[in-house]
């Protein structure tokens, strides 16, 4: 019987350690598969195992946790167990179920009782105490807490990503739900619709989705067009919103509406809404350009040359120090300078040793440019009418070195009094609406009018006469006129232009600018001149610079054309039988008025250079043709003398 019981208790001794090494190497595989991927991890999380065993066991026998390196040894030990394991794997799970009622009888009696024959992987893993063999149950306990924990944040995770996939599927099916409702065809809005937003404050995005829907309507109005609504409808309600998007007053946008496609006008809105880039204009008089861009450079201006069409501009982009304060700018360097006046100067094309007459000098950009052209030589007549802008003119004439140029103070439609055909060259940059430059003054987007056009117009055919009255067409070098606006009104450029054409003794001729836009021909129901298809005219969104016009005009002859008829006096009687010399012709020429022989006034007509009142046209007579029958009678007799003549010669 003892020796049984000892033979029993020997049993339940070595099957006690195979059963916790059983166990044991379960939990440090898990812990070899958390090293694996957190390996700073895996020490801390070995300590917490073994600190919760301990506290089961004694609460206070905290000296019983194995350091790291014990518990570094242990998994090296286990690693190499685990093979070994692999062979006794089917021996190991016959025994457990075997001795396991054993080892709960006999583990409190035998846990005392250990060898050196017993197995090494326990000995080695177990060196420890009781404790530690307890603390095998908590380890397990452990194990299934971090496996539940995983697992809830496995679930937390996929419900997220369920949540996540619901939302994109309502999003997608809101999204194809809201295309279905909406028609491709768009609708212009109600009165109703129109009243209540009138009542409202402007709603930005509405206005400028509507906007781009008019034009794309217009730019396919057969195919896009809501039926029964004419193209009217739409560009009076593409009028009403440009004008509340981007503050415009109804003359001014109808009147661009009018001049351009509604895509071209939207990109001409939109580029006047920001602003053109700063340039500068090298004085060719004190330096040059490629040094003065080296001096600029240093100071910390980035710029570059301004374009291939000129060689003294430069486009500043940003600048460390004001552009407009450097000591290059006070010694006169360069000038401060839209690109666009530099067109007007370059058109004009001033020679050494010219008379030039400037009209409107102020500021001085133009005039300087001018004098840097000439080299300083010849003269310059530099006229401004309004007297506190000639301060300007003054100062910048000195700062840039110009000597050459005379400054006088004259209303520029009395300036033919002064220098009546003496001029090589005149240079016209007439006062205008501004509506080129509206990024420069945004007043003028409500502020011009039908009226304010009209008049600027009126003052601008005065000053175009009174120019070319001043140029001399017998000039050698000249005889040219050179007529710009900061505008891109028709009735400030080309009818102007038209009108002098009519009034004076001058054509059109290129103006030598490689780009530009031509002038127009016709614009509605005006119908202008062929030669003005030389004029030019530049856009903020095409040319990047301010809207501008630049027309060239050559003198021809400097005396003035006899008027225009305008009114006949006298009926002349035409026979329907023309004579052989011609009178049908020049009854035609009557009836046109082109001949120069009849001119009329409105107190007479001019012939041969004489005038003569209605009065005395009365008392001459008129001239009567005979009628078919008389002239046929006349050529049978004719005919008869012809007939009889012959036979008298062929009988002598």
């Known amino acids: ?52 065993a301990s506290k089961k066991k004694g609460g206070a026998k905290s000296q019983k946790s194995p350091p790291k390196k014990r518990q570094k040894n242990e998994i090296f030990v286990v690693k190499d167990a685990i093979a070994k394991e692999d062979d006794l794997s089917d021996h190991s799970d016959s025994m457990s179920e075997e001795e396991f009622d054993g080892d709960e009888q006999d583990f409190g009696s035998g846990s005392d009782i250990f060898s050196d024959g017993d197995d090494p992987l326990a000995n080695d893993f177990l060196q420890g105490s009781d404790d530690e063999e307890e603390g095998s149950g908590s380890d397990l306990d452990s194990d299934a ?41 768009f609708r212009l809005p109600t009165k109703e619709e129109l009243e209540e937003e009138a009542h409202q404050p402007p709603d930005l995005s509405n206005l400028q989705r509507r906007i781009r829907e008019i034009i794309r309507v217009l730019s ?54 920001k602003p053109r880039p700063i340039c500068l204009r090298t004085n060719t008089l004190k330096t040059r350009r490629r040094d003065l861009a080296d001096i600029l450079i240093n100071r910390g201006v980035n710029l570059d040359p301004l374009s291939k069409w000129s060689k003294v501009g430069l486009v500043v982009y940003d600048s460390q120090v004001p552009i407009g304060a450097t000591p ?29 007459v400037d009209v409107a000098a102020a500021p001085g950009g133009k005039t300087t440019y001018i004098a840097a ?23 910048n004439l000195h700062r840039m070195g110009v000597t050459n140029t005379v400054v006088c103070n004259y209303d520029g439609r009395e300036l033919p009094k002064v220098f009546r055909n003496s001029a090589d060259r005149v240079l016209l940059d007439a006062p205008c609406s501004g509506t080129g430059v509206i990024s420069k003054d945004e007043s003028v987007k409500n502020t011009k009018s039908l009226d304010e056009i009209q008049k600027c117009a009126h003052l601008q055919k005065q000053l175009i006469l009174a120019a070319i009255d001043m140029v001399d067409a017998n000039s050698k070098s000249g005889g040219y006129l050179v007529y710009s606006t900061c505008s891109i009104m028709v009735a400030e450029n080309e009818a102007v232009i038209d009108y002098a054409l009519k009034k004076r003794n001058v054509k059109l001729v ?44 050559k003198k021809m002859s400097n005396s003035k054309p006899a008027p225009e008829i305008s009114e006949p006096t006298e009926t002349v009687e035409q026979g329907s039988m023309t004579n052989e010399s011609g009178s049908g012709e020049n009854a035609e020429e009557l009836m046109d008025g082109t001949t120069t022989e009849n001119k009329v006034l409105k107190n007479g007509f001019i012939k041969n250079g004489k005038k003569e009142t209605p009065a005395s046209s009365k008392n001459r007579k008129k001239r009567k043709f005979p009628s078919r029958e008389v002239i046929s009678k006349e050529r049978e007799e004719k005919r008869r003398a012809l007939r009889e003549q012959k036979v008298v010669r062929k009988r002598s």
Do not use: W
Not at 156 to 166: C, F, N, Q, T, V
Not at 535 to 548: A, C, E, K, L, Q
């Open 1 to 52: 019987m003892g020796a049984s019981k000892k033979k029993g208790g020997a049993k339940s001794q070595k099957s006690a350690p195979k059963k916790k090494e059983k166990n044991e190497l379960f939990v440090v595989k898990d812990a070899i598969t958390k090293e694996d991927d957190l390996s700073d991890h895996s020490d801390s999380l070995n300590e917490e195992v073994l600190e919760r």
């Open 145 to 185: 807490d971090s496996d539940s924990e995983g697992s809830d944040i496995e679930k937390k995770s996929r419900a997220i990503d369920a949540e996540k996939a619901r939302e994109e599927e309502e999003a997608e099916e809101e999204m194809q739900l809201n295309i279905k409702e909406e028609s491709d065809e």
């Open 220 to 273: 396919n109005f057969k195919a896009l067009r809501q039926e029964g609504t004419a193209r009217k409808d739409y560009v009076e309600q593409l009028k009403k919103d440009l004008s509340s998007y981007y503050g415009y007053n109804d003359f001014l946008i109808g009147a661009l509406v009018e001049m351009f496609p509604v895509v071209e006008l939207l990109e001409l809105i939109e580029a006047f809404e």
């Open 328 to 356: 290059e700018y006070m010694a006169g360097f360069y000038m401060l300078q839209s690109a666009s006046s530099f067109l007007p100067v370059m058109a004009l094309a001033p020679q050494e040793k010219e008379r030039i």
């Open 373 to 395: 052209l000439m080299k300083n030589s010849g003269i310059i007549f530099a006229n401004e009418m309004k007297a506190p802008r000639l301060k300007s003119l003054t100062a």
């Open 510 to 553: 290129s103006c030598g600018l490689d780009f530009g836009r031509p002038g127009f021909i016709r614009f509605r129901e005006q119908r202008f001149h062929p030669s003005l298809e030389k004029t030019r005219r530049f856009y903020p969104h095409v040319h990047n610079m301010d809207g501008f016009f630049v027309a060239k005009l």
